[in-house]
T-cell receptor
Framework: GAGVSQSPSNKVTEKGKDVELRCDPISGHTALYWYRQSLGQGLEFLIYFQGNSAPDKSGLPSDRFSAERTGGSVSTLTIQRTQQEDSAVYLCASSPGPTGYTFGSGTRLTVV | RKEVEQDPGPFNVPEGATVAFNCTYS??????FFWYRQDCRKEPKLLMS???SGNEDGRFTAQLNRASQYISLLIRDSKLSDSATYLC????????????FGAGTTVTVRA
Protein backbone atom coordinates (compact mmCIF):
# COMPACT_ATOMS: atom_id res chain seq x y z
CA GLY A 1 0.00 0.00 0.00
CA ALA A 2 0.91 3.62 -0.23
CA GLY A 3 1.13 4.25 3.48
CA VAL A 4 1.62 2.57 6.84
CA SER A 5 -1.40 0.48 7.68
CA GLN A 6 -2.42 -0.38 11.22
CA SER A 7 -5.14 -2.70 12.39
CA PRO A 8 -7.49 -2.69 14.10
CA SER A 9 -8.17 1.04 14.13
CA ASN A 10 -10.08 0.68 17.38
CA LYS A 11 -9.97 -2.04 19.99
CA VAL A 12 -11.97 -2.32 23.19
CA THR A 13 -10.90 -5.13 25.46
CA GLU A 14 -11.59 -6.30 28.96
CA LYS A 15 -8.96 -5.93 31.62
CA GLY A 16 -6.81 -9.05 31.78
CA LYS A 17 -7.25 -10.04 28.15
CA ASP A 18 -4.42 -10.21 25.63
CA VAL A 19 -4.42 -8.03 22.52
CA GLU A 20 -2.44 -8.00 19.28
CA LEU A 21 -1.89 -4.87 17.26
CA ARG A 22 -0.66 -5.08 13.71
CA CYS A 23 1.46 -2.75 11.60
CA ASP A 24 2.07 -3.07 7.87
CA PRO A 25 4.90 -0.68 7.01
CA ILE A 26 5.56 0.82 3.62
CA SER A 27 7.16 -1.79 1.39
CA GLY A 28 10.94 -1.67 1.52
CA HIS A 29 11.13 0.38 4.71
CA THR A 30 13.79 -1.14 6.92
CA ALA A 31 13.11 0.89 10.06
CA LEU A 32 9.95 0.51 12.11
CA TYR A 33 8.87 2.10 15.37
CA TRP A 34 6.11 1.56 17.84
CA TYR A 35 5.00 4.47 19.99
CA ARG A 36 2.03 5.03 22.21
CA GLN A 37 0.27 8.25 23.06
CA SER A 38 -2.16 8.85 25.85
CA LEU A 39 -4.74 11.62 25.45
CA GLY A 40 -3.07 15.01 25.59
CA GLN A 41 0.37 13.51 26.11
CA GLY A 42 3.51 13.23 24.01
CA LEU A 43 4.76 10.21 22.12
CA GLU A 44 6.15 7.43 24.30
CA PHE A 45 8.75 5.27 22.58
CA LEU A 46 8.12 1.53 22.86
CA ILE A 47 10.33 -0.43 20.45
CA TYR A 48 12.49 0.12 17.36
CA PHE A 49 13.35 -2.34 14.58
CA GLN A 50 16.14 -1.51 12.14
CA GLY A 51 16.86 -4.01 9.38
CA ASN A 52 18.36 -7.22 10.72
CA SER A 53 19.71 -5.63 13.90
CA ALA A 54 18.44 -6.71 17.28
CA PRO A 55 15.44 -4.55 18.16
CA ASP A 56 15.75 -1.78 20.71
CA LYS A 57 13.19 -2.79 23.32
CA SER A 58 14.23 -0.24 25.90
CA GLY A 59 10.89 1.56 25.80
CA LEU A 60 8.63 -1.38 26.57
CA PRO A 61 6.98 -0.49 29.89
CA SER A 62 6.73 -4.02 31.29
CA ASP A 63 7.21 -7.66 30.38
CA ARG A 64 3.55 -7.79 29.41
CA PHE A 65 4.56 -6.00 26.23
CA SER A 66 6.34 -7.71 23.34
CA ALA A 67 6.76 -7.09 19.64
CA GLU A 68 7.90 -9.02 16.63
CA ARG A 69 8.74 -8.13 13.10
CA THR A 70 8.51 -11.04 10.70
CA GLY A 71 10.54 -11.10 7.52
CA GLY A 72 11.53 -7.49 7.96
CA SER A 73 8.02 -6.37 7.14
CA VAL A 74 4.85 -6.75 9.21
CA SER A 75 5.13 -6.10 12.92
CA THR A 76 2.87 -7.23 15.74
CA LEU A 77 2.74 -5.61 19.16
CA THR A 78 1.29 -7.92 21.82
CA ILE A 79 0.04 -6.80 25.21
CA GLN A 80 -0.70 -9.56 27.66
CA ARG A 81 -3.07 -9.26 30.62
CA THR A 82 -4.09 -5.75 29.65
CA GLN A 83 -4.52 -3.10 32.32
CA GLN A 84 -6.51 0.11 32.23
CA GLU A 85 -3.32 2.15 32.09
CA ASP A 86 -2.54 0.47 28.76
CA SER A 87 -5.37 2.48 27.18
CA ALA A 88 -3.79 4.75 24.57
CA VAL A 89 -3.30 5.21 20.86
CA TYR A 90 -0.58 2.90 19.59
CA LEU A 91 1.25 4.35 16.61
CA CYS A 92 3.54 2.63 14.15
CA ALA A 93 5.98 4.48 11.89
CA SER A 94 8.35 3.29 9.19
CA SER A 95 11.20 4.72 7.15
CA PRO A 96 13.63 3.57 4.46
CA GLY A 97 16.52 5.03 6.41
CA PRO A 98 17.58 8.12 8.35
CA THR A 99 14.91 10.25 6.73
CA GLY A 100 11.43 11.34 7.61
CA TYR A 101 9.21 8.66 9.03
CA THR A 102 5.65 7.97 7.96
CA PHE A 103 3.14 7.18 10.66
CA GLY A 104 0.12 4.94 10.48
CA SER A 105 -3.20 6.26 11.75
CA GLY A 106 -2.85 4.24 14.91
CA THR A 107 -4.84 1.76 16.96
CA ARG A 108 -6.96 3.26 19.71
CA LEU A 109 -6.92 0.75 22.56
CA THR A 110 -9.43 1.02 25.36
CA VAL A 111 -9.20 -1.35 28.29
CA VAL A 112 -12.41 -1.55 30.30
CA ARG B 1 18.38 16.03 30.59
CA LYS B 2 16.01 15.01 27.81
CA GLU B 3 17.51 14.44 24.37
CA VAL B 4 15.07 16.81 22.72
CA GLU B 5 13.28 19.63 24.54
CA GLN B 6 10.54 21.96 23.37
CA ASP B 7 8.58 24.77 24.91
CA PRO B 8 5.14 23.16 25.29
CA GLY B 9 3.34 26.48 24.80
CA PRO B 10 0.57 27.00 24.12
CA PHE B 11 1.26 29.81 21.71
CA ASN B 12 -2.02 31.64 21.14
CA VAL B 13 -1.78 33.96 18.16
CA PRO B 14 -4.26 35.89 16.00
CA GLU B 15 -4.73 35.04 12.35
CA GLY B 16 -2.07 36.67 10.22
CA ALA B 17 0.50 36.83 12.99
CA THR B 18 3.97 35.33 12.91
CA VAL B 19 4.85 32.70 15.48
CA ALA B 20 8.20 31.07 16.08
CA PHE B 21 9.49 28.50 18.51
CA ASN B 22 12.60 26.46 19.11
CA CYS B 23 13.66 22.97 19.93
CA THR B 24 16.95 22.13 21.62
CA TYR B 25 18.81 18.84 21.36
CA SER B 26 21.52 17.47 23.58
CA UNK B 27 23.49 15.15 21.29
CA UNK B 28 25.99 17.11 19.21
CA UNK B 29 26.29 14.11 16.84
CA UNK B 30 22.68 14.54 15.73
CA UNK B 31 22.53 14.64 11.98
CA UNK B 32 18.96 14.86 10.74
CA PHE B 33 16.19 17.11 11.91
CA PHE B 34 12.50 17.32 11.16
CA TRP B 35 9.35 19.11 12.16
CA TYR B 36 6.19 17.06 12.39
CA ARG B 37 2.68 18.35 12.84
CA GLN B 38 0.07 16.55 14.88
CA ASP B 39 -3.59 17.51 14.86
CA CYS B 40 -5.85 16.58 17.74
CA ARG B 41 -6.47 12.82 17.85
CA LYS B 42 -4.53 12.27 14.64
CA GLU B 43 -1.15 10.72 13.86
CA PRO B 44 1.94 12.94 13.41
CA LYS B 45 2.66 13.96 9.84
CA LEU B 46 5.94 15.17 8.42
CA LEU B 47 5.84 18.93 7.95
CA MET B 48 9.36 19.54 6.74
CA SER B 49 12.95 18.47 7.03
CA UNK B 50 15.43 20.97 8.44
CA UNK B 51 18.57 21.57 6.42
CA UNK B 52 21.82 23.10 7.58
CA SER B 53 21.36 26.16 5.42
CA GLY B 54 17.78 26.65 6.55
CA ASN B 55 14.80 26.10 4.34
CA GLU B 56 11.37 27.44 3.53
CA ASP B 57 8.17 25.77 2.50
CA GLY B 58 5.55 28.37 1.79
CA ARG B 59 4.76 30.18 5.03
CA PHE B 60 7.00 27.88 7.06
CA THR B 61 10.71 28.48 7.66
CA ALA B 62 12.97 26.03 9.47
CA GLN B 63 16.45 26.79 10.68
CA LEU B 64 19.24 24.81 12.28
CA ASN B 65 21.84 26.23 14.64
CA ARG B 66 24.42 23.51 15.24
CA ALA B 67 26.64 25.66 17.44
CA SER B 68 23.84 26.23 19.93
CA GLN B 69 22.16 22.89 19.19
CA TYR B 70 18.69 24.03 18.36
CA ILE B 71 16.28 24.12 15.48
CA SER B 72 13.49 26.57 14.96
CA LEU B 73 10.20 26.80 13.13
CA LEU B 74 8.64 30.06 12.05
CA ILE B 75 5.12 30.33 10.70
CA ARG B 76 4.22 33.52 8.84
CA ASP B 77 0.72 34.81 8.15
CA SER B 78 -0.82 32.24 10.50
CA LYS B 79 -4.02 30.52 9.42
CA LEU B 80 -6.66 28.93 11.62
CA SER B 81 -5.64 25.62 10.05
CA ASP B 82 -2.13 25.98 11.47
CA SER B 83 -3.51 25.20 14.92
CA ALA B 84 -1.78 21.97 15.91
CA THR B 85 1.02 20.53 17.98
CA TYR B 86 4.42 20.78 16.33
CA LEU B 87 6.87 18.00 17.16
CA CYS B 88 10.61 18.30 16.81
CA UNK B 89 12.42 15.13 15.72
CA UNK B 90 16.14 14.46 15.79
CA UNK B 91 18.07 11.50 14.39
CA UNK B 92 21.69 10.71 15.14
CA UNK B 93 23.71 8.03 13.45
CA UNK B 94 25.48 6.93 16.61
CA UNK B 95 22.15 5.66 17.88
CA UNK B 96 21.48 3.52 14.80
CA UNK B 97 19.37 6.30 13.31
CA UNK B 98 16.95 6.15 16.18
CA UNK B 99 14.36 8.93 16.37
CA UNK B 100 14.19 11.26 19.32
CA PHE B 101 10.94 13.21 19.66
CA GLY B 102 10.29 16.37 21.54
CA ALA B 103 7.08 16.56 23.55
CA GLY B 104 5.62 19.11 21.16
CA THR B 105 4.72 22.79 21.01
CA THR B 106 1.03 23.63 20.83
CA VAL B 107 -0.01 26.49 18.57
CA THR B 108 -3.52 27.89 18.55
CA VAL B 109 -4.46 30.44 15.93
CA ARG B 110 -7.57 32.45 16.74
CA ALA B 111 -9.83 34.40 14.42
Amino acid sequence: GAGVSQSPSNKVTEKGKDVELRCDPISGHTALYWYRQSLGQGLEFLIYFQGNSAPDKSGLPSDRFSAERTGGSVSTLTIQRTQQEDSAVYLCASSPGPTGYTFGSGTRLTVV
Amino acid sequence: RKEVEQDPGPFNVPEGATVAFNCTYSNSASQSFFWYRQDCRKEPKLLMSVYSSGNEDGRFTAQLNRASQYISLLIRDSKLSDSATYLCVVIHRSNDYKLSFGAGTTVTVRA
